[in-house]
């Protein structure tokens, strides 16, 4: 089974700051699809943004993008500005096509004010 | 409002004492699958299903049942838990392969 790994159990970052969260996987696949989640304390696993292997742009949705490198088997998430409602676990997960959904231990972010 | 729900979103219970957690959704999907997250573990998929009648094994699957006979319902059964089936258990579901998965709300098991 394909594996992803969170090296980072907990980040902290103050608030409008900048942050990185690390994720890398092991695949020997070529098509594949790669998430982050966001989970709360409301524990609600809420997706923040999805990037196709395929495509070689990294995606971006509002103040959080990724930085996507396929060689590597690298995905990280940045998120500008942080804000005080960023407080949360955030999971990486991989999607194969064939409908398994593989995440990570999770990254805890603190904000701080 | 398109959403998966879950029922009961707090459950406690004997070992042994069969249980049903129901999963519903209202986007027509084709893909639905079982979660259970544990501390430190994240979240692990316990079975999963492409479409009605066709269901199988996630990494986790020992110990659980699931059905699926119409599209919108995926239950997922203990017939007999035990305490290491303490969990906070999700529903997923997702139109096809690479697009999102919605989640439901949750559901905390204790089986004491």
């Known amino acids: 089974a394909q594996t992803v790994t969170q090296s980072q159990p907990e980040m902290s970052v103050q608030e409008a700051e900048t942050v990185t969260l690390s994720c890398t996987y092991d695949?020997?696949?070529?098509?594949?699809?790669l998430f982050w989640y966001k989970q709360p304390p409301s524990r609600q696993m809420i997706l923040v943004i999805r990037?196709?292997?395929?495509?070689?742009q990294n995606a971006t949705e509002n103040r959080f993008s990724v930085n996507f490198q396929k060689a590597a088997k690298s995905f990280s998430l940045k998120i500008s500005d942080s804000q005080l409602g960023d407080a949360a676990m955030y999971f990486c997960?991989?999607?194969?096509?064939?409908?398994?959904?593989?995440f990570g231990k999770g990254t805890s972010l603190l904000v701080t004010p | 409002e398109a959403q998966v729900t879950q029922n009961p979103r707090y459950l406690i219970t004997v070992t042994g004492k069969k249980l049903t957690v129901t999963c519903s959704q209202n986007?027509?999907?084709?893909?639905m699958s079982w979660y259970r997250q544990d501390p430190g573990l994240g979240l692990r998929q316990i079975y999963y299903?492409?479409?009605?009648?066709?269901?199988d094994k996630g990494d986790v699957p020992e110990g659980y049942k699931v059905s699926r006979k119409e599209k919108r319902n995926f239950p997922l059964i203990l017939e007999s838990p035990s305490p290491n089936q303490t969990s906070l258990y999700f529903c997923?579901?997702?139109?096809?392969?690479?697009?999102?998965?919605?989640f439901g709300p949750g559901t905390r098991l204790t089986v004491t």
């Open positions: 990037q196709e292997a395929y495509k070689q």
């Open positions: 986007m027509n999907h084709e893909y």
């Open positions: 997923a579901s997702s139109l096809v392969p690479g697009y999102e998965q919605y």
């Open positions: 695949t020997s696949e070529s098509d594949y699809y």
């Open positions: 299903s492409m479409n009605v009648e066709v269901t």
């Open positions: 997960a991989y999607r194969s096509n064939w409908y398994a959904l593989n």
